[in-house]
């Protein structure tokens, strides 16, 4: 059994290894850390994303509909703003069937 778990793990190391060396721009994306054990205590690999980039702004506060002219004018699939209404930070987000959504805090 152990021997199985230990191939699949090498399997999808390398899958991830091989995906990210194939796509542009991953150089240095993906960092591998022990992160996990099987029954026996082993340790196993596991991928850990790395944060990359940060992007610092200041938000605007606004309305959900100006954040979605907002979106739509900067070519972006998600858009985060202050909503004018309650103070909150809020997304809106283009979703895979074309429409908008909008994610708020509930506390």
């Known amino acids: 059994v152990m021997d199985k778990i230990e191939r699949?793990?090498?399997r999808y190391k390398e899958k991830l290894l091989n995906?990210?060396?194939?796509?542009e721009g991953s150089?240095?994306?993906l960092q591998?850390?022990?992160a996990a054990t099987?029954?026996?205590?082993?340790?196993?690999?596991k991928a850990l994303p790395k944060i990359i980039k940060?992007?610092?702004?200041?938000?605007?506060?606004m309305l959900p509909d100006e954040a979605v002219?907002?979106?739509e004018l900067l070519h972006k699939d998600f858009f985060v703003f202050t909503n004018a209404a309650d103070n909150k930070v809020n997304v809106i987000y283009r979703r895979r069937d074309g429409?908008?959504?909008?994610?708020?805090?509930?506390?």
């Open 32 to 34: 591998y850390a022990p």
């Open 19 to 23: 995906r990210h060396k194939n796509s």
């Open 99 to 107: 429409d908008i959504g909008l994610i708020e805090p509930i506390a």
């Open 54 to 61: 940060t992007k610092r702004f200041a938000l605007k506060p």
């Open 27 to 29: 150089r240095g994306v």
């Open 8 to 10: 699949q793990v090498k």
């Open 38 to 45: 099987t029954q026996a205590g082993e340790a196993v690999d």
């Open 69 to 71: 002219m907002q979106m």
